[in-house]
């Protein structure tokens, strides 16, 4: 199993610029989830779904879109980068069921200017 | 909201000292969960605990559940080199199925040989 994956690995865009971060798992995880990490903060909850078709905000969701159109793959979507959005961003699947440990793919540094 | 705090922030010993780490909330834990980070990695789960009062023991580190379940505790024994990383615990709240994490700020341990 490759577990949780993620591309790019690295990125820089400007601001204004859309992209797409990739997220893919093979464990059929029903529940993923994407977070972002900065200094000092911790791992901040950004979207998360539980399931095909059903997606939901966590804790900071604004500038960021999510889809699950398969249990495999949940991308995540920056609309118009912000320099606020620098960070990196983790994607991570569990098991619907508690206590919901975590796997986390290898995450994507973001840079905005 | 409910907040994990955790301590101290920072850890800088000598390799062979003990050390503790804490995670604090003011909330009733259902599950926590701790992991451990590399630079340029994601997060790995290295224990969770569900019962208070639970200890779980994974070679050199201790981990402790409070009895109210609103507070945990990892301690290492005579920690080595390869210790050194990032630990975050992460806590679900509640007995809702929503399946969300929250994460404490971390600690970032570093063992000198």
């Known amino acids: 199993n490759a577990g949780v994956t993620q591309t790019p690995k690295f990125q820089v865009l400007k601001t204004g610029q859309s992209m797409t971060l990739q997220c893919a798992q093979d464990m059929n995880h029903e529940y993923m989830s994407w977070y972002r990490q900065d200094p000092g903060m911790g791992l901040r909850l950004i979207h998360y779904?539980?399931?095909?078709?059903?997606?939901d905000q966590g804790e900071v969701p604004n500038g960021y879109n999510v889809s699950r159109s398969t249990t495999e793959d949940f991308p995540l979507r920056l609309l118009s980068a912000a320099p606020s959005q620098t960070s990196v961003y983790f994607c991570?699947?569990?098991?619907?069921?508690?206590?919901?440990?975590?796997?986390f793919g290898p995450g994507t540094r973001l840079t905005v200017t | 909201t409910q907040l994990l705090e955790q301590s101290p922030q920072f850890l800088s010993i000598q390799e062979g000292e003990n050390l503790t780490v804490y995670c604090n909330s003011s909330?009733?834990?259902?599950?926590l969960q701790w992991y451990r980070q590399e630079p340029g990695e994601g997060p790995v789960l290295l224990v969770t605990?569900?019962?208070?009062?639970e200890v779980k023991k994974l070679k050199r580190l201790t981990f402790q559940f409070g009895d109210a379940r609103k507070d945990s505790s990892l301690h290492i024994t005579a920690a080595q080199p390869g210790d050194t990383g990032l630990y975050l615990c992460a806590g679900a709240f509640g007995s809702s199925n929503t399946g969300k994490l929250i994460f404490g700020q971390g600690t970032t341990l570093q063992v000198k040989p």
């Open positions: 779904s539980v399931g095909a078709g059903i997606t």
């Open positions: 605990v569900v019962t208070g009062g």
């Open positions: 909330s009733v834990f259902s599950s």
């Open positions: 991570a699947s569990s098991p619907y069921r508690g206590p919901y440990e975590q796997y």
